[in-house]
């Protein structure tokens, strides 16, 4: 019940392309719901984060859409360019599990030029 | 802009080994973290630490696994006797405060044990 699932394992775009990537939860305790960009020996870095409360986010071309019945929230890069190629991981949080952050199994972005 | 880093960035030891991974969160930041991340897998959580205590701990974070913060700088992580198993990057992070913010993650140390 602490999964958070994401798809695809990898995703190919043409610059300007706006891939999507998807991930799904089971425990409806989860509250904070970040996106994490990691780029080849880096650490994950916050991108963008989104609660419950809300069903859209928008950071620049970076736009989590959340649909909290379904339990699903997605990350969308719009107009997608080749610095965008990294790894993508979606994760979850509760407050009753404190600091604990639970990873999706991550989606390799490609944008090619 | 401030940033967690992270010695060495790669570590190899032979099996049965102590290994001591270090990490110097940034400066300001009260609470941090220990994550791993096994070659083609997600991103795990290992254990959390605050006021020089364990907040919470996953059910990786054995007897084999400890933790410490031996000055006002630097995070450790000791890995008792190495298994093959525990080769994986592990990333520190720290965030400010515990709930619904920001953790900064390390760059990594990518543990091989032979």
């Known amino acids: 019940q602490q999964q958070v699932k994401q798809s695809p394992q990898s995703l190919i775009v043409q610059k300007g392309g706006i891939p999507i990537i998807n991930c799904a939860y089971e425990n409806t305790a989860f509250d904070y719901f970040p996106w994490y960009q990691q780029f080849p020996g880096k650490g994950p870095a916050l991108l963008i984060a989104?609660?419950?409360?809300?069903s859209e986010k928008k950071e620049g071309r970076f736009t989590i859409s959340f649909n909290k019945s379904a339990k699903q929230f997605s990350l969308h890069i719009m107009d997608s360019q080749p610095g965008d190629s990294a790894t993508y991981f979606c994760a979850a949080r509760t407050e009753t599990s404190g600091s604990r952050l639970t990873f999706g199994e991550g989606t390799q972005l490609t944008v090619n030029p | 802009e401030p940033e967690v880093t992270q010695t060495p960035s790669h570590q190899v030891t032979q099996m049965g080994q102590e290994v001591i991974l270090r990490c110097v969160p940034i400066?300001?930041?009260?609470?941090f973290y220990w994550y791993r991340q096994i070659l083609g897998q997600k991103v795990e959580f290992l254990v959390s630490?605050?006021?020089?205590?364990?907040?919470?701990k996953s059910e990786i974070f054995d007897d084999q696994f400890s933790v410490e913060r031996p000055d006002g700088s630097n995070f450790t992580l000791k890995i008792r006797s190495t298994k093959l198993e525990d080769s994986a990057m592990y990333f520190c992070a720290s965030s400010e405060v515990l709930a619904g913010v920001t953790q900064y993650f390390g760059p990594g140390t990518r543990l091989t044990v032979l």
């Open positions: 989104i609660r419950p409360d809300v």
């Open positions: 630490f605050y006021n020089n205590e364990i907040s919470e």
């Open positions: 400066s300001n930041h009260l609470y």
